[in-house]
Each structure stands twice: as structure tokens, then as C-alpha cells.
């Protein structure tokens, strides 16, 4: 697998062509694999690493960890206590005293975090032989179920970039048919003496691992004169492996109804009770209940607290500025108003473009909030007048850290579910009201842009 050599930018009067980056991929890939596969380019990632668990470090006695197939998923299921490592000193000696990267060779260790989320301090630790990260003897810190955001691979030359943006320039005059393409062609014609042949080229290059362009092989018999298929790896039985995660994608798609929760806090959302019909939960005995969920639905946990209703009540607040592009209204207010999406608003007293009573769908800021509104366009202008909701009829849902790890772990992103339960006579009833993804972040999301594989 290799990043691009180049980018679609660099390709001169083909950086606007519709085959741009489709050239920069092929002309990247290509020139990665007949060089013998030795330079990936520089990749950013982030990477989660589970240890064994204490079963397989202490013996069957200690813990009840275990691999169990649920819904055709391969998931771990950890015994209650927690294994943070709080009480165990790096000898500098044995595997739980390192961990070694999959990704290699490792160029740049940006953080790491233990797995409440907390940033170990660099001192702690060190690189060896561009691969495995080292906790220092002595530490109270061993690499166990951490997150790595690091960089690692290797840069093409300087020759390299320049042959793949040739080859790539060829690859959008070939694929957009201009004739100056000089890439070599099956079919050949030639005309001697009034008599005409036509050659198929063998195109023996190819099997000699070439393009057939001079200035691209120069570059290719010079990195890879011995046509080396990829590049030499050397395997050690004694060096000990950690097992990464990579969390599965959400199970519900994206909404603002997603709570992310932040390494040792509170992730929360709000829920509009008037946007989903769920109003009623404010009256007739019902109460609010909200449940978390693993991945494959095989955990789940009921949080007590979780969920705040907001009595209805009506909120003014002074609108300093106005403007309007594209039927989308813009208003700002002069603090903040603590609307949010699915509120309804009266708006009184701007003008007659922006006078009604609208429902709320973005919130920009916290002093800012748009709604549709078909008109022509108008100018950012300083105006008056209030914008008041009607009703405050959200739920907050809150997950703390310790409860979301207690269910995802740190393998799965999980769901959550808010529920109206009430008891009439001897009956229960329950309702489900809404639900959204739930996450644990500990580091910001690290997105590689121009990746080939």
C-alpha cells in the first residue's frame, strides 16, 4: 500500500482534469510496486493497542477473559476489574514493558494516551529501531491498552516525485485522448517505400518491471536495479506483538443525536422532544430512562441520571444582526440564546422578511441559529427585535467516560437509547423515544487524504 507520491495539484495543466487524481493514484502505485515496494510515502494514523489479558499473562486463575463469537463478530469480553496497570513498574525487560507498532518504519511518536484518555508524558518512554516504543525502567507505566497517534513510512526521492508526475501527466493525456500522450502504444504503423506495416509491439519493458518512458526507468534502474518484486523483511520469533484494535464503523448513521465521550468527562446531546413527537414524556407519569449499548447489542447497561428534562417555558432573547442567502435565514443574537436544532422560534420585531415563528435548523454558534426561509437574498445588516421559543421541551442525554468503557471497552463504538417508561396499575409500559451512536474519543480523529490500498 502506498500514499500518493504526488498530488493532483502538482500535475501543471492537468491538475484540473476530471482524471487528476485518478492519474496521481495510478502513477503513485505503480511506480511503489516496480521500485520494489520501498517507498510508502509518510502516513498519519491513529491506533488503539489491547493486551493480552491477564489469563494469558498470569495463568486460567486470575481473570475471566475471553474471545467470544457473537453475531458472527469475534469480540473480548473483559472480567470486571479493570486492568490499568496502576500498580506495576516497568522492569524495561519484558513484552509488557514495550509495544510494537504495526505500522513501520516509524518516523514520529505524536502522543500516546493510557486508557482513561491522559497523555504520557514523552520521558516516559522512547523509540527503538524505528518500531517499538520502550517505557523507560523504573516508570510506573507499561504500553498496555493504549492509543498511538504516530507517523510512519518512507518518502520517495526527489527523482521519484518528478517520474511519477511525468507518469501521471501521460496517464491524463492518455485517458482524456490527447495525442501527445507518450506513453508506448500496442499497435505500431510504419510506412516505407509506399509499403505499410503494422507491428505489435512485444513490449518486452514490461516484463523487465519498466514504463518504457526514458526519464521514469532512469528512476526505476536506479532504485531497483535487481527488479526486486519487495523489499526485504527480516521476522524475529522473539519480538513480542500487540494485537491492534480498529474500532468498527457507527452502527446508526451520523446525527446530531451522536454523543462522542471525552476521555474522562461527559459526552451528552440534546434531544427536541417537538422535532420526534415525543412531548408527550412530559406529562402522564412517564420517566426518562437511557440505556447504552455494545456493538453487537450483547452488553447493555441502564445509566440512572442520564437523561435532564427541561420544563417548557419561553425564552427571549435580543436579536443584534440579521442576513439571508440561498433561503437560509441568519439571525444573531446579542448573548447567548441556548436554542438548538428542532427548537421553534417566534421572531418579532426585525422586519417583515424575518417576522415568524420558524423552526430552528442549524445552530452555528451559541449567539447564532438559521431556519429556511424562501426570500431574496439580504446582506449582513445590524437590526432589533427578539427571537423567543415557544417551547423548551429538550432531554439532555449524558454518558460519563466510566460508564461507556465499562460497555464499549475500547474496542466498539456502541448505541444509546432513550426510553419513556410509566407504570399504569400493574402494567409497565416503555416506549422508545430516540437513539443515536455513542463513542469514546480519546484523541481527535486523524483522516489521510490521497491513500491508495
Avoid at 165 to 185: H, M, N, V, Y
Avoid at 254 to 267: E, K, M, N, Q, R
Amino acid at each position: 500500500m502506498s500514499n500518493l507520491w504526488i498530488t493532483p495539484e502538482e500535475l501543471g495543466d492537468y491538475a484540473e482534469s476530471e482524471f487528476a487524481y485518478e492519474a496521481a493514484k495510478a502513477a503513485s502505485y505503480l511506480l511503489w510496486s516496480l521500485s520494489g515496494r520501498k517507498y510508502s510515502g509518510v502516513t498519519t494514523v491513529t491506533e488503539r493497542y489491547v493486551c493480552a489479558g491477564r489469563t494469558y499473562r498470569y495463568g486460567p486463575a486470575v481473570g475471566n477473559d475471553q474471545a467470544i463469537l457473537v453475531d458472527g463478530d469475534v469480540q473480548n469480553f473483559f472480567s470486571d476489574d479493570l486492568d490499568f496497570y496502576e500498580d506495576m513498574t516497568s522492569d524495561g525487560m519484558t513484552s509488557s514493558s514495550r509495544i510494537r507498532l504495526r505500522g513501520r518504519p516509524v518516523t514520529k511518536i505524536h502522543n500516546i494516551r493510557d486508557r482513561v484518555g491522559n497523555v504520557i508524558s514523552p520521558d516516559k518512554y522512547y523509540l527503538v529501531d524505528h518500531s517499538t516504543i520502550q517505557s523507560v525502567v523504573g516508570t510506573a507505566w507499561t504500553p498496555c491498552n493504549v492509543e498511538v497517534t504516530y507517523s510512519y513510512g518512507v518518502e520517495p526521492p526527489t527523482l521519484g516525485k518528478m517520474a511519477a508526475r511525468t507518469l501521471a501527466i501521460e496517464f491524463g493525456k492518455l485517458w482524456s485522448g490527447d495525442d501527445t500522450c507518450a506513453l508506448p502504444q500496442r499497435v505500431t504503423s510504419i510506412s516505407r517505400q509506399g509499403v505499410s506495416y503494422t507491428l505489435l509491439d512485444s513490449q518486452d519493458f514490461i516484463d523487465e518491471m519498466r514504463t518504457g518512458l526514458y526519464a521514469i526507468d532512469l528512476f526505476l534502474k536506479t532504485v531497483n536495479p535487481d527488479k526486486a518484486r519487495a523489499k526485504a523483511r527480516v521476522f524475529s520469533t522473539d519480538t513480542p506483538r500487540a494485537r491492534r484494535n480498529t474500532p468498527k464503523a457507527t452502527k446508526l448513521g451520523a446525527s446530531a443525536l451522536d454523543i462522542v465521550v471525552p476521555a474522562g468527562g461527559t459526552g451528552s446531546t440534546n434531544v427536541s422532544l417537538s422535532s420526534i413527537n415525543g412531548l408527550f414524556i412530559l406529562s402522564g407519569g412517564w420517566a426518562p430512562e437511557v440505556i447504552i449499548r455494545n456493538y453487537g447489542e450483547s452488553t447493555s447497561k441502564t445509566i440512572d441520571g442520564a437523561a435532564v428534562t427541561t420544563d417548557p417555558t419561553t425564552t427571549a432573547r435580543t436579536v443584534s444582526n440579521k442576513s439571508l442567502t440561498s433561503n437560509v435565514a441568519t439571525l444573531t443574537t446579542s448573548t447567548e440564546h441556548g436554542f438548538y436544532v428542532g427548537t421553534s422560534v417566534v421572531v418579532a420585531g426585525v422586519d417583515a422578511t424575518f417576522n415568524g415563528t420558524y423552526t430552528i435548523t442549524q445552530v452555528p454558534t451559541p449567539t447564532t441559529f438559521r431556519y429556511a426561509k424562501t426570500n431574496a437574498n439580504v446582506v449582513s445588516a445590524a437590526a432589533t427585535g427578539t427571537a423567543s421559543s415557544t417551547t423548551d421541551d429538550r432531554i439532555t442525554v449524558s454518558v460519563t467516560y466510566e460508564d461507556a468503557l465499562s460497555i464499549l471497552k475500547m474496542i466498539d463504538p456502541g448505541t444509546w437509547e432513550l426510553y419513556g417508561t410509566r407504570t399504569v396499575g400493574a402494567t409497565t409500559e416503555t416506549t422508545l423515544i430516540a437513539t443515536g451512536n455513542l463513542k469514546i474519543g480519546l484523541a481527535s480523529s486523524v483522516i489521510n487524504a490521497y491513500t491508495i490500498g
